[in-house]
């Protein structure tokens, strides 16, 4: 059982390029989420889909765009790539409200 | 706004000794409390929750306790070893009112000294 799977899990970027990170649960969970870890920050949410063909703004969602593609994937872009956005990039899932989310391992993304 | 503070940031302990963590949320209304343990290079996982509904739960040398009164949770960890040596996070969320945000602590890093 994979559970939540993230693609790709190191890039290096310019300023200006873009990027789509790719999550993908195996769970049939209902909800999805893309968090942030900066140190010292711990996990701060940019974006969830509480279930399939809804998203919603977490606490830090500027400067990227989100897309629910089914129940399985959940995507996270990045336009226009600032160096604010270096940061580690998880996605977690979670069956139902208020259960515990499972989360991936990570995309560590460094913007230049 | 809503956050969880989490203390201390670092904690090291002798191999055997017990370990304590505690977090302080603001948002009287939440009702679930996950603690999750970060090894280096992986994401959270979970190691045990609580919900309000309850003051303390055990899980083999890992228990967390709940003090609705004071809006504290606090992680404690017995007969510590090496491969307990990780990040430790603390959350809260709540039920009930379409949200589905947990808020997370800032993180303890747990080191077990040999």
């Known amino acids: 059982n994979a559970g939540v799977t993230q693609t790709p899990k190191f890039q290096v970027l310019k300023t200006g390029q873009s990027m789509t990170l790719q999550c993908a649960q195996d769970m049939n969970h209902n909800s999805m989420y893309w968090y942030r870890q900066d140190p010292g920050m711990g996990l701060r949410l940019i974006y969830y889909?509480?279930?399939?063909?809804?998203?919603d703004k977490g606490e830090v969602p500027n400067g990227y765009n989100v897309s629910r593609l089914n129940k399985r994937e959940f995507s996270l872009r990045l336009e226009s790539a600032a160096p604010s956005q270096t940061s580690v990039y998880f996605c977690?899932?979670?069956?139902?409200?208020?259960?515990?989310?499972?989360f991936g391992d990570g995309t560590r993304l460094s913007i230049l | 706004g809503e956050n969880v503070e989490q203390h201390p940031s670092t904690l090291s302990v002798q191999e055997g000794d017990s370990a304590v963590i505690k977090c302080t949320y603001s948002d009287s209304a939440s009702n679930y409390f996950p603690w999750y343990k970060q090894e280096l290079g992986k994401g959270p996982q979970l190691i045990i929750d609580i919900r309000s509904n309850v003051g303390e739960k055990k899980d083999q040398r890992i228990a967390v306790t709940l003090n609705k009164t004071a809006k504290h949770f606090s992680l404690h960890i017995t007969e510590t070893q090496p491969e307990d040596s990780a990040v430790y996070f603390c959350?809260?969320?709540?039920?009930?009112?379409?949200?589905?945000?947990?808020?997370f602590g800032t993180g303890t890093r747990l080191k077990v000294l040999a």
């Open positions: 959350a809260a969320s709540r039920g009930g009112s379409g949200t589905y945000k947990y808020i």
């Open positions: 889909s509480a279930s399939e063909g809804t998203t």
């Open positions: 977690a899932s979670n069956g139902r409200l208020n259960q515990p989310q499972h």
